[in-house]
C-alpha cells in the first residue's frame, strides 16, 4: 500500500533540511526528494584522500543570528575558520573586503595616508561603506578611490558573474562586499563562523535522519505517486508553474577542478576581478579545514548560463518583478509553500535560508 506522508519536501539542501528536520522533530511523518544523487545541495561536499571538496564552491559557515548558530551547530562540531579573500589587481594580492591594508599595497605612502586620513575623519574607523557612496562622495578624492576599487574590483568581476551590466545589477548585490575602514582582513564580520568538522554533508543526513530520503528522484515524476498532504518546495518556482509567465533568469557556475600540490595559493580564495582571466575565483578547499595531505583539490569558476549548475537568482528590476508574480502565485496555494534560494528568488546566503525554512516552520504552526 503506497506510504502517506504528512509533508512531502522537495530539495534536501539546507532550506528542505531545516523544515523537514523540524517537521519531523515534533512527529510529523516527512519524505524528501532531491533529484541529484546526494544530500546537500549545492553545500555538498566530501573529505577524501586528497583533502576536502566542496562540489558547488566556496561555502563558509557565518551568522550574527545566535539562534540559527544554535540550531545548526546541534548536528555538528565547528573547525575554527575566519574567511579572508585576496583579489589580484595586476598581480597584486589585495586584501578583500578593499581596506586599509589593500590601499596601501595599490598606492604610495602619501596617497595611502592621505585616503587613510580622509576615510577616517568623513566616515569613522571600522565603519563598512559601500563603494558606490564612495564614488559619490562630494570629496574629489574620495571620489578617485571610489572609481578606482568600482573598476578594479567590481566593474568587470561582476560583467563576468552576471553578464550583465554592473549598473543594472541591484546594489545590494555589490554591497555584500563593502570597502572597510580598518586593517583588519576578513570577508564577513559576523560573529559565528567556522567550516563543519565533517562537512556540511554530514550535517544534512543527520538532520534528515528521522525522514525518508528518495535521492534522484524528480519531482515532476513522482507528485502524483506520492500521497502528502503538505508540500515544501524548494525548487526553482518558474519550474514548479511550467513557466507560465516566462524563464525566471538563474546565473549557473561551471567548476573545473584540478588536483595540484598542496600548497597551492597563498589564500584559500583568491579572486580575479580582471579580464584577463575568464574565471572570476580559484579555490583551494583544504585550507577551510588547514588539511596538510601532499596534493590538494582547486576550483575555478566559470560562471555562465547553460554550464553547470543553477547557483543564483539574478538580481535584476525586470527579473525580481517576474520572481514577484511567481510569488503571488504561489501565495494562493493552499497546502504548498516555497523556501529557499531558488523558490524564494532570493539572495540568500546558508543562515538566511536556514532562518527561512524556520521562520515557515512557525508559521505552520
Ligand atoms: N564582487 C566583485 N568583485 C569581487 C567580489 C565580489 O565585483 O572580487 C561583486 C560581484 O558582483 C559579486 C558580488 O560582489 O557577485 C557578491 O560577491 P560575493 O563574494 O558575496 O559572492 P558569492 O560568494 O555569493 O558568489
Known sequence: MLKKYDYLVVGAGFSGATIAERLASKGKKVLVIDQRNHVGGNCHDR???IGYVQEYGPHIFHT???EVWDYISQFTSWHPYR???LADINGKLVP????????KICFDDLQYKNYKDLLIKKYGLNKRISVFELMHDKNKDVRKLGDFIYSNIFFNYTKK??????????RSVLDRVPVVVNDIDAYFNDEYQGIPEQGYSKIIEKMLKDCDVHLETDFFGCRDVVSYDFLIFTGR???FFGFSEGEILYRNIEFRFDTQKNPFQKNSVINYPSLHYPYTRITEFNKFLNIKSTESVIAKEYPSWEKGFVA???????NLELIGMYRKKADKLKNIF????????????????????LDLFEKLG
Open 83 to 85: 574567511h579572508k579573500v
Open 237 to 239: 518556482i518558474d519550474s
Open 312 to 318: 543564483y537568482p539574478v538580481q535584476t528590476r525586470e
Open 96 to 103: 578583500l573586503p578593499f581596506n586599509l591594508n589593500s590601499i
Open 161 to 170: 558573474q552576471w553578464d550583465i551590466d554592473p549598473e543594472k545589477m541591484e
Open 47 to 49: 573529505i577524501d584522500r
Open 338 to 357: 516555497f523556501a529557499g534560494r531558488l523558490a524564494e528568488g532570493r539572495y540568500l546566503d546558508m543562515d538566511k535560508a536556514i532562518r527561512s525554512s
Open 64 to 66: 550574527s543570528d545566535k
